[in-house]
């Protein structure tokens, strides 16, 4: 199995928004990754990043503000990779920076999503707790695959998605093999497994905690866990284990 990282985009912000307790005087960059999965079969698309219309003047793209933060791209998914060649996405979750290029990709390549994370994207209440844009995923309805809970997704064993909610209702990681875990952003920062400092925002902050727990034990056992957004960490290129 290969894994290899794009970056796919940058949000800038004030660091207290994405790390609790954090200086919101003081503005962070991170990026923003989406990652190939290449099996013998199989070539899977871990999220897909920023839609370049968003990371051009994201209150057109989506029709309402943003937020108090602002998004940078230098190439889409697109520009990155021959997306005709992938045959699964997998969504972790399902804001703008994970879904939003969704709409760059093949119309027939099949979705994976969480049921209740898609559930919660079609919530009135959900989306605006989770701000949720329905732009990013509304189109791909008719070839969403919606999974319960923990599930080997090829069936062998070597790519399983994990129920890990709280960030959002449905939120998931991806183990790839026995040594490696995409968490997305359970934690954005690799320090979070630790010192549970969430950003300010989540559908749930106790899930989200109990996610970081079940992340931390499997890193505790020799799992590498990659963060969601770690600019120290998340560079381009091959991801080994």
């Known amino acids: 199995m290969k894994v290899e990282r794009f970056i796919v985009g940058w949000v800038r912000g004030a660091a207290g928004i ?3 307790d954090d200086d919101l005087e003081r503005e962070i960059r991170f990026p923003v990754p989406a990652y190939l999965v ?7 698309l871990v999220d897909t990043g920023l839609h370049p219309g968003a ?3 994201a209150e057109r793209h989506y029709g309402r503000a943003l937020g108090p933060f602002a998004l940078e791209q230098d190439a889409s998914i697109a520009e990155q990779l021959d997306v005709s060649t992938v045959t699964k996405v997998v969504l972790t979750h399902l804001h703008f920076d994970h879904a939003g290029g969704l709409e760059l990709l093949p119309g027939d390549v099949p979705v994976v999503v969480q049921r209740r994370e898609w559930e919660a994207g079609h919530d009135d209440a959900a989306i605006a707790r989770n701000f949720f844009y329905a732009r990013d995923y509304g189109l ?3 070839r969403v695959v919606l999974v319960d809970g923990d599930h080997d997704l090829l069936g062998d064993g070597s790519v399983r998605l994990l129920l890990t909610p709280g ?3 449905g939120h998931q990681s991806v183990q790839l093999g026995e040594t490696l875990v995409l968490g997305a952003d359970v934690t954005h920062f690799a320090s979070g497994l630790d010192d549970l400092r969430f950003p300010v925002f989540a559908d749930d902050h106790t899930a989200q905690a109990a996610s970081a727990e079940r992340l931390r034990a499997m890193r505790d056992s020799g799992v590498t866990v990659v963060p969601g957004h770690d600019p120290a960490l998340l560079v381009p290129g091959p991801v080994q284990a």
């Open 18 to 20: 994405w790390r609790r």
């Open 38 to 44: 290449e099996t013998e079969t199989e070539r899977i």
């Open 55 to 57: 990371a051009a003047d």
């Open 140 to 142: 791909a309805a008719d």
């Open 167 to 169: 960030h959002t209702p």
